[in-house]
């Protein structure tokens, strides 16, 4: 299966681990991974601060760079939605990392071990936008893809917070534009998982971990962040 | 042009581009089958209900029960009765007074038209209020209600209320509330105090 | 510049951190009984299709049910009246009430005339207003303006309000029992009900089909003010209007369930005809409605039945306050119906959300209320209401992103000075530094790594 990896821009810049990640653990899987390198940006910054009557040249430059893939696959959700909402209009072949697996591929065994206490948070735009699971507020059955993906992974210890999928806060430019308001939601995010005592938090969106992470650092905690594809990478070494 | 002529003309504007992106004009929604298995027993729940309402709910065998609970809890105050009992109706000719007489009711007694098991909450008619303030402004209620009448959910209660003939009606759940100060529940806010409820 | 802005506000609002996390976990608790109360009904999700679907038919018709609520309330005796603006609305009601010599009003909650600006106008023609709702009885005697539109004195403790009934009902200095500041407030409003010579209630819906409305309300306020009043004046937006009474069965069932996690609230009063010897009269206001229903990507903002459960689920809100949005209705939904009223002066509203969605997943006649949030944010910029700095940032932002080249150079740059100068951004210029580490940047993008490891370029 062929696979055309989107690498958002702040993950190409500032963690390329998750790119990197993410392009092993889908070639573990049997995928031919190609990432086409004009790619940059999928507009969603722009956007979200309310000019997405600019951003047409990097839609067109975004429709033609994968005009041909059969599948895009994202590790970040919010960014997977853009595209998925703004740039591809609906069309089904985007994909959020943690859906392509577990929709496309069916993944039933990541073989990855992780011995740790991992906290899990939801980021608003993969769980209320794309479905990756049930928003706390829906009366509906349960289920969730990023959970499923992480049962699968040895000796890893998974829990939640009470206020199971409350925002990080980041929310792109709010949290400068509102940075009182942003800035506390962080703290209060990270103080939760604080308290459940974990080793990492870990997410489908690379994003709330970087406001997340940014806010443990100034705090000095020993907590750290890790995306996903970097814990169903993890191989018994 | 009135405002009246102004805002239905800009209205029958929005309409018609409406239905003209829509295509076609929306039928009014039929309203689906709800769910009332969950509720169980309705008698039961409804009981439930009025006890989580802070109010108290009493299965009664006869009406001389009702009036023993009133003669021994209210003795010598002013108890207003307005069922559809002829011996046991309050003899004072209130339901055609100044509404302001009534402010010093400790008790009043009514007849519900019927209950709802889902939320507790009761169907008055004007008629059965005998004065339309008389529920809401004395500082105990009291209602009697039928066994049968107690229903599943309001989208029963709706079925039967669905053409209505008087003036006034209102569903009433529970003694007056506030959470208004920093959310403690208190009750009595500005009606009555008390609920009890009556089953016959 | 001097218009109030949410950011400014919030700061503010948020500085006294324990306040903030007070105001935070008591109305997170509203949500956890919301979701006590919704998680106990199998088809909840079914319910809000149901009031979804009847509310669009509302907003298709709603022409035509005006004319039959009109016309069916007229036949039962009811003075109908038109308002298009605020002014209008507030003339209408001051009208009625001069006729009648009007001296006192009492008044249950309605957050429409709070939109009109109803109280102060009155007060100006000398006619005593009482607010009769006991968290909006609060806020009248603070003189504040409501941060809840179910709860308007949320924002308080129990501490300023046994100061303010201190000082305004002399009640006991020092007394913060809920139970014994309630009891002052019945007290001496009872004395109110039975002295007014008018009341006034909002409306939570109207019916077409039978030409009544109902009025929803715990305390019991809007029954003792209109039944011992003997003029009665309900005044409603638009937008209040239902086909038919039956449909109270969805309404009336998702209400006060999404609001306070109640089952229902304790009254739900169905006037229809005034009480022999009274007078009954509707004030039908537009104020903008029928402006926002043209505007296909907005109008469904107007399906609003004003429970509130956006606010409480918001982790903005929660944060930051009513009082930070500087419109009658905060929140979430308040934010997306702020602009249709004035865009240029609520353009900050749109963008005081992290668009987590949880509003729209809420709200019991699904509104999209984050994606209108976003719709409204394009409108905004694109009709010049953004700061300068903002566009050029963008447009800088824009260009480098369209240009990979660009783009990659840019990068490489950036992260060699971050590492090599990291004051350049860790400064007190940047907002995130304010509280936030920025991330560590490496000497290699993916984008490198990827040339190097796998492409064969």
């Known amino acids: 299966m062929k696979v055309s990896l989107f690498i958002p821009c702040y993950i190409d810049q500032f963690y390329p681990q998750v790119g990197i990640a993410t392009l092993e653990l889908l070639e573990k899987l049997g995928c031919e991974v190609v990432h086409p390198l004009s790619q940059t940006c999928c507009g969603q910054p722009m956007a979200n601060s309310g000019y997405q009557h600019i951003t047409k040249s990097i839609d067109k430059q975004n429709q033609q760079i994968f005009r041909e893939a059969e599948y895009i696959v994202c590790p970040s959700g919010s960014c997977t939605l853009h595209l998925k909402d703004h740039v591809f209009h609906g069309e089904s072949k985007v994909y959020e990392l943690c859906e392509f697996l577990t929709d496309v591929l069916k993944v039933s065994e990541v073989n990855a071990t992780f011995p740790h206490k991992v906290g899990v948070h939801q980021s608003c735009h993969g769980l209320r936008g794309l479905l990756l699971g049930k928003g706390s507020e829906l009366v509906s059955e349960p289920f969730s893809k990023i959970g499923d993906l992480l049962d699968q992974v040895k000796n890893i210890q998974v829990c939640t917070p009470s206020k199971v999928d409350e925002c990080c806060g980041f929310g792109g430019t709010f949290a400068v534009n509102e940075e009182a308001v942003s800035a506390k939601m962080g703290k209060d995010r990270a103080e939760e998982f604080e308290k459940l005592d974990v080793d990492y938090i870990t997410s489908a969106d690379m994003s709330c971990l970087m406001h997340l992470e940014g806010t443990l650092k100034r705090k000095g905690s020993k907590v750290k962040v890790i995306h996903i594809a970097e814990i169903l990478n993890q191989s018994i070494s | 042009m009135s405002s009246r002529e102004e805002i239905l003309g800009r209205l029958q504007l929005a309409a018609k581009e409406q239905k003209r992106q829509a295509n076609n004009a929306m039928i009014q929604p039929v309203l689906p089958e709800f769910n009332k298995e969950y509720l169980g027993d309705k008698v039961k729940k409804f009981m439930e209900l009025i006890d989580i309402l802070h109010g108290q709910a009493m299965e009664v065998s006869s009406l001389k029960e009702v009036k023993q609970y009133i003669d021994k809890k209210y003795p010598g105050q002013r108890v207003f009765i307005n069922i559809e009992d002829a011996e046991y109706n309050n003899p004072e000719e209130w339901q055609n007074s100044d509404p302001h007489d009534l402010e010093d009711i400790e008790f009043a007694l009514f007849h519900g038209t019927l209950a709802v098991a889902e939320n507790g909450a009761i169907w008055f008619t004007e008629e059965q209020m005998g004065q339309r303030v008389a529920p809401y402004i004395c500082q105990q209620m009291g209602v009697l209600i039928k066994k049968e009448t107690i229903l599943h959910t309001m989208a029963e209660a709706y079925e039967i209320l669905k053409d209505p003939t008087l003036g006034f009606g209102g569903f009433i759940a529970g003694p007056s509330k506030t959470a208004d100060i920093e959310q403690s529940l208190v009750t009595g806010a500005h009606g009555p105090r008390g609920l009890v409820v009556f089953i016959l | 510049m001097s218009q109030p802005n949410h950011a400014n506000l919030a700061e503010k609002l948020t500085k006294d951190t324990k306040r903030t ?437």
């Open chain 3, 21 to 457: 996390d007070w105001h935070n976990n008591s109305i997170w608790w509203v949500r956890q009984n919301r979701d006590k109360a919704v998680f106990g009904i199998p088809d909840w999700e079914n319910l809000r299709n149901t009031a979804s679907s009847i509310k669009s038919y509302m907003l298709e018709n709603l022409h035509d049910l005006l004319l039959e609520f009109e016309k069916n309330a007229l036949a039962n005796g009811v003075q109908v009246h038109w308002a298009a603006d605020a002014k209008e609305h507030n003339e209408i009601v001051h009208g009625i009430l001069s006729k009648r010599a009007v001296k006192k009003m009492v008044k249950s909650k309605s957050m429409l005339t709070e939109e009109c600006g109803l109280n102060h106008y009155l007060e100006d023609q000398g006619i005593e207003v009482i607010d009769t709702d006991l968290g909006e009885r609060i806020i009248q005697l603070r003189h504040e303006p409501p941060s809840h539109i179910v709860a308007p004195a949320i924002h308080l403790k129990r501490e300023d309000i046994s100061e303010t009934f201190h000082e305004h009902l002399g009640t006991e200095k020092g007394n913060i029992d809920p139970q014994y500041l309630t009891e002052a407030a019945r007290q001496s409003l009872r004395k109110d009900f039975l002295s007014a010579d008018a009341a006034l209630t909002g409306v939570n819906f109207a019916i077409a089909d039978t030409g009544e409305f109902v009025v929803c309300t715990n305390e019991g306020n809007a029954d003792m003010g209109a039944h011992l009043a003997p003029v009665h004046i309900a005044c409603m937006g638009l937008e209040k209007i239902i086909p038919k009474r039956e449909h109270l069965g969805v309404f009336l069932r998702v209400l006060a369930r999404s609001s306070t996690g109640q089952a229902i609230t304790t009254y739900s009063s169905h006037f229809r005809k005034p009480r022999p010897g009274q007078e009954m009269h509707i004030v039908l206001v537009d104020n903008g409605r029928s402006r926002h229903i043209q505007k296909p990507k907005f109008k469904d903002a107007l399906k609003c039945i004003r429970c509130g459960a956006c606010m409480n689920t918001c982790p903005v809100y929660r944060r930051s306050g009513g009082h930070s949005y500087h419109v009658t209705v905060p929140g979430p939904i308040g934010s997306i119906l702020a602009p249709n009223a004035d865009l240029k002066k609520n353009s900050d509203l749109p963008f005081a959300s992290s668009l987590c969605g949880a509003c729209s997943n809420v709200c019991p006649v699904k509104i999209n209320i984050h994606e209108q949030l976003y719709e409204w944010r394009q409108i905004i910029t694109q009709e010049g209401h953004s700061s300068t700095g903002k566009t050029i940032g963008m447009k800088a932002m824009n260009f480098v992103l369209s240009n990979p080249k660009v783009f990659e150079l840019g990068g490489k740059m950036g992260r060699t000075l971050m590492r090599t100068v990291p004051s350049l951004v860790n400064n007190s210029m940047n907002p995130w530094y304010k509280s936030r580490e920025m991330p560590e940047p490496p000497k290699e993008s993916f984008k490198d790594w990827y040339r190097k490891n796998r492409n064969n370029e």
